[in-house]
């Protein structure tokens, strides 16, 4: 079965700009046409596809993505190499989401502090508000 690319964009999150961007620069190579000339794609490359957006929006440049495309149409002798820079790119990723919830960590403090002085905050517009070691006098 083919999917047009309006399948495609719809049911993947992605522009046709960025489809035809992927063609152009080989990330996304053989792409079929319909009998009227507009791009249709397999399963296959639809797989692909969804596989090229998850390492670019967990940060793997394109240029590492066509290199990890190249390795993996040289067949099996890469594996160990495409393996390596999925490990790698995991590890990235991974440091990215700690470092998150570290700042999450410190958003829900400061919202915790918000809720634990509010009453006070709205009874009395002098009240000295204090979060991270930080003081603000409420002005009116």
Known sequence: MLYSMTYVVE???VSAKTLRFYEEQGILPNISRDEKGRRVYSKQQIDWISFIRCLKETGMPLSKIKNYKEL???G???YLQREEMLMQHKLEVQK???ESFKHLEEINYKIAMYELQKEEV???PDYNFKCH???SKIVN
């Open 72 to 74: 993996y149409e040289s």
């Open 122 to 124: 709205m009874k009395n």
């Open 96 to 98: 990215k989401i700690d």
């Open 11 to 13: 049911n993947l999150n």
């Open 133 to 135: 070691g930080m003081e």
């Open 76 to 78: 099996n002798t890469t």
